[in-house]
T-cell receptor
């Protein structure tokens, strides 16, 4: 069974600075998808970014980018120019290419200081 | 606008009572999911359904039941057999290889 590990329960960043959230996963599959979801205090789950395992190029969405290291099974999220609205719980998630069930990590709380 | 509607937003359960959480989507998605979220933990899959009239157990199905009589609807019943039902419940849906789209959740508490 696949597992997802987020080793940082909490992170803090100064406004306008850059922060990196870590995620590692375990799978024997070669084709899969990885996601970062954001959950603000409203508890809504918002998709931040998605990466297909067969793509070597790291995904980017505005201030959000990932460092996908397939051999190391690592999928970190970099947030540049952090804003107060980025404060939230961030979840890393895995999905097999052959199904659509998501496996989530335990989450990382990101605090943004002004 | 298309989306997923979960109701109610807050729900209270008495001892020995079954309660049903509603999840409706108008996104024309085939697959629907129920997750449970506890403090300090990620989301855990309770049940999922790929098509109408079919559903499968997830990782923590004990004490829960579902039905999928319509494509748009996937209600979750928390039965009296679920001894620790206090949690935040999220419903999601998807189609094909699209990322899952989530509702706003229901917070269930014990009276």
């Amino acid at each position: 069974a696949q597992t997802v590990t987020q080793s940082q329960p909490e992170m803090s960043v100064q406004e306008a600075e850059t922060v990196t959230l870590s995620c590692t996963y375990d799978t024997s599959e070669s084709d899969y998808y990885l996601f970062w979801y954001k959950q603000p205090p409203s508890r809504q789950m918002i998709l931040v970014i998605r990466q297909e395992a067969y793509k070597q190029q790291n995904a980017t969405e505005n201030r959000f980018s990932v460092n996908f290291q397939k051999a190391a099974k690592s999928f970190s999220l970099k947030i540049s120019d952090s804003q107060l609205g980025d404060a939230a719980m961030y979840f890393c998630a895995y999905r097999s290419a052959w199904g659509n069930k998501l496996v989530f990590g335990a989450g990382t709380i990101l605090r943004v200081k002004s | 606008d298309g989306g997923i509607t979960q109701s109610p937003k807050y729900l209270f359960r008495k001892e020995g009572q079954n309660v049903t959480l509603s999840c409706e989507q108008n996104l024309n998605h085939d697959a629907m999911y129920w997750y449970r979220q506890d403090p300090g933990q990620g989301l855990r899959l309770i049940y999922y359904s790929q098509i109408v009239n079919d559903f499968q157990k997830g990782d923590i199905a004990e004490g829960y039941s579902v039905s999928r009589e319509k494509k748009e609807s996937f209600p979750l019943t928390v039965t009296s057999a679920q001894k620790n039902p206090t949690a935040f419940y999220l419903c999601a849906s998807t189609i094909g290889n699209q990322p899952q789209h989530f509702g706003d959740g229901t917070r269930l508490s014990i009276l």
